[in-house]
């Protein structure tokens, strides 16, 4: 012990260590599991800093900015108390089944208890190669990271279940991809990295005690209650099923398509978990996928909880043998729960709906009203974010019929045909008069963002990083996105919707 730790250690300091790791995965079975440490790379450069989760999480943020912190995040550093491991798992990719992917570029580097005493991973991606690697180069470009950045803060911000990001770091490598790019890691937070897949890999090797293994510790991490149930993992199955439900709600209501709902793409913890070539609805059209790699549209918009389910029956098949010993009890059983997920997702959809215009009861029609919005503004291409913001000014400026014109011609103009909109708003007015009016704008801003991640602005913040060095654009617009539901007068070039140029926005995968 130097002079200074001695000191340190009388005076009942504990030596200086950075992020209090308190692991729990990496204690599983090995084979959950390989150790493999980050790769160290070039040149350590910050580029963001949460700043406000660090705090949450109990880190100290300074340390992060430091030199050492970029070391770490850079994954060039393994920090005291890490235990670095890349996870397991298979997946249903496409549909496809894949008995062995696991994490092929990311690096948990462990755990801690956040100030709420919530168990977070911190986990690097882009920090170079693993077991699971195949012909990947185990990094990240810098776009996809900035991108994966700012989309799940924004949905953090908007209230949606999701993985954080804590920090992106410039490797001062390049990586290869179609052409020369650099490279970079984020270091991701998450209630946990499980997903279906994780399931999916002990089941497909009828590893009965890893998944008992597996279930007892997502139930004692994520669904405390199922562990008194009669039956724990049928519980935590139901928990799971009703957290994917609510949460594919949430990003129908809020215009976010996932892109890529591989089973090894959807998290037991109900958080939404792998940023790739997800986006943001402008004009409302349920049958888009922005994906490039999803030709047939798959995972498009409205197909998103179609496909969570196909997920989820995907997550009983893997628990059927914790289910029961008795396989048909086992498949009955599961049955029953996965029939909960359609009322739970219909019931939180609707929900939302009503919300977004306006209603605070539940009425007989009101679905109907809801749908028929809806189908109005995808025969008339309304941009989705702003026809509901737009709404809450309509409600609040209810002059009487010499009014009229004037309150709703903000939404009106987001219409081909303006006319749509109105035939829809004296049955909406009718229905409003139906039940107390109080706040109700107010209440509608709160469930209807004005700030989206526009694809436009994303994709000019990323270019602007990516060929430039130019980290402006980027920090400006996730400053704006930080408060979604606050009107913000010096922003709204932020809230418009894209100039309509005929091109069908698409996304990559970019990895
Ligand atoms: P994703 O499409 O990002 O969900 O990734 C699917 C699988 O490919 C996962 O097992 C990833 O770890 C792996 N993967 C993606 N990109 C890379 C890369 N650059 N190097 C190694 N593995 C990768
Ligand atoms: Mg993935």
Known sequence: MDGVAAVQTYMGWMPHSPIPFSNSYARLPERFFSRRAPT????????????PLAERLGLDADWLASAEGAAVLAGSRVPEGADPIATAYAGHQF???????????????????????????????????????????????????????????????LGIPTTRALAATLTGETVIRERRLPGAVLCRVAASHIRVGTFQFLAARGDLDGLKALADHV????????????????????AVVAAQAGLVARWLNIGFVHGVMNTDNMSIAGETIDYGPCAFLDAYDPGIAFSSIDAHGRYAYANQPRIAHWNL??????????????????????????????PRFEAAYHGGLRAKIGLAESHDGDDTLADDLLTAMAENRADFTLTFRRLAAAVEDEGGEDERGKSDEGVRELFLDPTAFDGW????????????????????RRVNPAF???????EAALAAATERLDFAPFHALNAVLARPYDDQPDAELYAASPEPDGRLYRTFCGT
């Open 40 to 51: 160290p790379v070039g040149a350590p450069e910050p580029v963001a800093l949460n700043r």
């Open 313 to 342: 029956v995907r997550l009983a098949e893997a628990m059927l043998p914790l289910l029961s010993e008795n396989e048909e009890e086992a498949v009955a059983l599961a049955t029953g729960i996965l029939d909960g997920f359609a």
């Open 95 to 157: 549909g496809s089944f894949n008995p062995q992917l696991g994490d092929g570029r990311a690096i948990l580097l462990g755990e801690v208890v956040d100030r709420d005493g919530l168990r977070r991973d911190i986990q690097l991606k882009g920090a170079g190669p693993t077991p699971y690697s195949r012909n990947g180069d185990g990094r990240a470009a810098l776009g996809p990271v900035l991108r994966e950045y700012l989309v799940s803060e924004a949905m953090a911000a």
């Open 219 to 238: 139930i004692a991490r994520h669904y405390p209650a199922a562990a008194s149930a009669e039956r724990p993992a049928e519980a935590m199955l139901a």
């Open 425 to 444: 708003a004296a049955r909406w007015r009718e229905r409003l008069a139906a039940e107390p009016a109080r706040e109700r704008g107010a209440a509608m």
């Open 452 to 458: 989206i991640p526009r694809n436009h602005h994303v």
